[in-house]
């Protein structure tokens, strides 16, 4: 190896540093808004992995996704919870709320899309959603827009509230409501996902058009991790 090589070698190898840096501090920058960091959403994607992993051998198909997706769900509202966030379950359909940072949150799989960049094209809920999940969004605008004052009625939510269900329906209307979709994709061995707002108004019953994304580093899989024979990892909520 020449004098050159070696240098070449260590100017790659600092150029590597800078990008990684850089990557970081950016995805910190995207996070903060929600109090979230990396570390938190990797937990998530841990405690998903852990469930996935202990669904019983011979159950059902969408068993492994079920588990994964309550092990997410517990662990997210551990670490938003502890940020100051509220979660209610509306119509069975878990929201994390958080009226300081006028945000709330839900939790769902996505496709292969999801945590990608690919010109063109944009990451969808991996199954269509129902009427509750689309009035959920339909307050959201364009980040940093004002509230113009509502044009939504949730008035086929409020009759289904056992509690707090004209409190919890104003501040909906008010918020920006993000999605935190997660995605196993067991041919590249990572756990992709990334939390973004949704347009207001959607077509087919599937939520894939964006106003932001927050894209967050992959979590490795190990290859001891995957569930022999399975190619796929979907959370099977229902279609709320």
Known sequence: ???????????????????D???RESERRRLSPFRLTTE???????????EYRSAPSRGSANGPGTYAYQGGLSELTDQLEDVGYLRDDVLNLPVFINEDLGRAMLFTSGDELTGTVVKGQAPSTKYPKGGVTHRLIQGNRRPGQDV????VSFEALRSDYERRSEEISQLLEKLQVYVYLMHFDLHTMQIRHEISLPRPRQG???????LERNLI??????????????????F???PL
């Open 217 to 234: 580093s992959a979590y490795p899989i190990g290859p001891e991790e995957i569930r022999g024979g399975e190619t796929e990892v979907n």
């Open 21 to 23: 840096r850089a990557r």
């Open 204 to 210: 087919d019953g599937y939520v894939k058009s964006w």
């Open 148 to 151: 113009l004052g509502s044009s």
């Open 236 to 238: 099977p909520v229902d």
């Open 1 to 19: 190896m020449t004098v050159s090589d070696s240098q070449g070698g260590r100017d790659d190898e600092w150029q590597r540093q800078q990008e």
């Open 40 to 50: 938190m959403c990797h937990q998530v994607c841990a405690a998903a992995l852990v």
